[in-house]
């Protein structure tokens, strides 16, 4: 069994309530994360750590992390990430069991 969006989003979501303090409320898909959460490219390397400690996603690298715009884009990065190696789904599975 994959893991679904609606795990991904709570993960994703999950780094956003703990490292930038905002509210669940706060976090739609919608969203821009420079302009609406006025995040900043500081707060991305914070946003790219978050998601290595909870997943062992490696962003360093990535071109499509450049892309990004809103919370729905980092959502299908994910997604795209986890499907690509197995191991990110165990690992998402864990993370949710905790």
């Not at 299908?76 to 949710?96: C, I, Q, W």
Request: no cysteine.
């Amino acid at each position: 069994m994959s893991i679904s969006q609606s795990d991904i989003i709570k993960i994703v979501n999950s780094i956003f309530v703990e490292k930038f303090e905002f509210s669940e409320a706060d976090l739609t898909p919608e969203k821009h994360i420079f302009q609406d959460l006025q995040i900043d490219s500081l707060d991305i390397v914070d946003l790219m750590m978050g998601l290595q400690q909870k997943l062992g996603v490696q962003l360093r690298d990535n071109q499509d992390i450049r892309q990004v715009q809103t919370l729905q884009d980092i959502y299908n990065l994910v997604t795209k990430l986890v499907e690509a190696d197995p191991s990110l789904e165990e690992k998402a599975r864990r993370f949710m069991q905790n």
